[in-house]
């Protein structure tokens, strides 16, 4: 067991943070001053705060930091990590950077280099951050201060993926609950949506998976959007039709009708066999032939997702899923690497891969970045999560003048957004970008049950008229 004793601090989350990137099942032991990594090796190391300066040691080997620039609870991670990478050999992609904005920590820096000493950020990856972050702002600074920027939940999908951690409730199961959520939502929409005096920049309706409505109700939806939301002719319009079984010419054609101008069809995978293993119930020709039907009806900005590190293939097949993704040229690509939160059926080695047993996925990914520059797609926008495969990122790819603001909008933190749905996580941005949040419970039936006290909530959050 390796523990980490805490010395004239209480940074446990820092610790804790740097430590799970080395090992599985922290803990923090607060009553003791200590961290610990109940399956690393038997050492203790002293993490402490000194006069000038921040050490972290263990016997002989000791990290010492005395610049005074830097605050001293990002020093205490540096030397954390510093330490730790010295102890196992072992370093990543991102080093002592563990938050989920790596564009965020660009805009401080003035420069890649900086990045790079700052939080021992690999060079590439520092150079992938600030090329993010400026088409980020580019993208961004076509969404007005003053808009506002409309999300739309559906979490339901046809069958669970087998590395799925979202609340998405399996259809099969809860085939009952689509009609009365469908009704909710037109509910909540019906009460907010004539109080909105704001400019739409941009309506996004994801999930789950909102196609997996029938033809019918799809088609009812998706008309109450667009009569009762005030969209504009510059209002961008998205919708997840995420897995393409659930995409029919019908549902096409009726959100053409109603303006959606923006659809992801999202493979994940170009590998039959990972795609039925994975419990996603659709082949590799049903991609093909929802992509082609949407472009033939003149759907033009499609997103397609692939995910890099998934289980039951090596990690090169990432590259070979991106070549067929390649021959259907989408506006949008993004790529995902498999990450593990609580709720996933897959188990913890599985998302990992800590022992490498599918290769490497850092090099894969590498190589897909460099096979999308040379095809003229730019990140745009990317994001991390705890626990991703061997510390990794998703980062969305665009052609030219195709970056979906909604995405941009939405990842700033620099723009309003209002949630529709179950589990919707609404912001204000005020003076100083200072944020608040406003959540939606997730329990799709306690949705169900009151949309008008949901509507309530987000009335008041929003001071909307008329609303005390
Ligand atoms: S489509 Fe997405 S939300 Fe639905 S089960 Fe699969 S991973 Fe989860």
């Not at 300066?53 to 954390?80: E, M, Q, W, Y």
């Not at 991703?388 to 700033?412: I, W």
């Amino acid at each position: 067991m390796l523990e980490v004793i805490l010395r004239g601090h209480d940074n446990y989350y820092g610790v804790a943070d740097i430590l799970r990137l080395f090992y599985d099942g922290i803990r923090e032991e607060r009553e003791v001053c200590r961290v610990i990594a109940p399956n690393g090796p038997d050492i203790s190391i002293i993490s402490s705060v000194e006069e000038g300066g921040v050490r972290a040691f263990c016997g002989d080997v000791s990290i010492r930091l005395d610049n005074s620039n830097i605050p001293v609870k990002r020093d205490i991670k540096r030397s954390l990590y510093k330490l730790l990478e010295k102890l196992t050999s072992q370093s990543f992609p991102w080093g002592c950077l563990t938050g989920i904005r790596p564009t965020l920590v660009a805009a401080e820096c003035s420069t890649p280099d900086e990045m790079t000493e700052i939080y021992f950020v690999r060079p590439d990856k520092s150079d992938l951050a600030f090329r993010t972050y400026r088409e980020e702002q580019a993208l961004l600074a076509t969404v007005p201060q003053d808009s506002l920027n409309i999300y739309i939940g559906v979490p339901f999908c046809p069958s669970r993926c087998e590395y799925c951690s979202f609340v998405a409730a399996d259809i099969s199961h809860h085939m009952g609950l689509l009609d009365d959520y469908e009704s909710a939502l037109i509910k909540e929409l019906e009460l907010i949506a004539p109080r909105i005096d704001r400019k739409l920049a941009s309506v996004y309706m994801g999930g789950g998976t909102p196609t997996v409505f029938s033809n019918q109700a799809m088609d009812r939806l998706i008309k109450t959007i667009r009569d009762l939301l005030p969209m504009d002719e510059d209002t961008e319009f998205t919708v997840e039709a995420g897995r393409p079984d659930t995409l029919s010419e019908n549902k096409l054609r009726s959100m053409m009708e109603a303006g959606v101008g923006r659809l992801c069809i999202n493979p994940q995978t170009m590998r039959d066999e990972t795609l039925l293993r994975l419990n996603r119930r659709h082949s590799v020709s049903d991609v093909v032939r929802a992509y082609q039907k949407a472009r033939e009806l003149g759907f033009t900005m499609i997103n397609m997702d692939l995910i890099a590190g998934l289980k039951y293939e090596p990690s090169e097949a990432v590259l070979d899923s991106l070549e067929q993704i390649f021959e259907l040229s989408p506006a949008n690509i993004t790529i995902h690497t498999l990450y593990k939160k609580r709720r996933t059926a897959m188990g913890r080695q599985d998302v990992l891969d800590r022992d490498g047993s599918r290769g490497d996925i850092d090099a894969a990914l590498r190589e897909a970045y460099s096979m999308l520059g040379s095809k003229g797609y730019d990140p745009y926008y990317m994001y991390r999560q705890k626990d991703t495969g061997h510390g990794l990122e998703n980062v969305g790819f665009a052609l030219p003048g195709t970056g979906c603001r909604y995405n941009v909008a939405m990842m700033s933190d620099r723009r309003d957004v209002l949630s529709f749905g179950a589990g919707g996580m609404s912001k204000r941005i005020f003076d100083n970008n200072r944020l608040e949040r406003c959540s939606t419970v997730k329990d799709v039936i306690a949705y169900i049950r009151d949309p008008a006290a949901v509507a309530a909530k987000k009335l008041r959050f929003y001071e909307l008229d008329g609303i005390q």
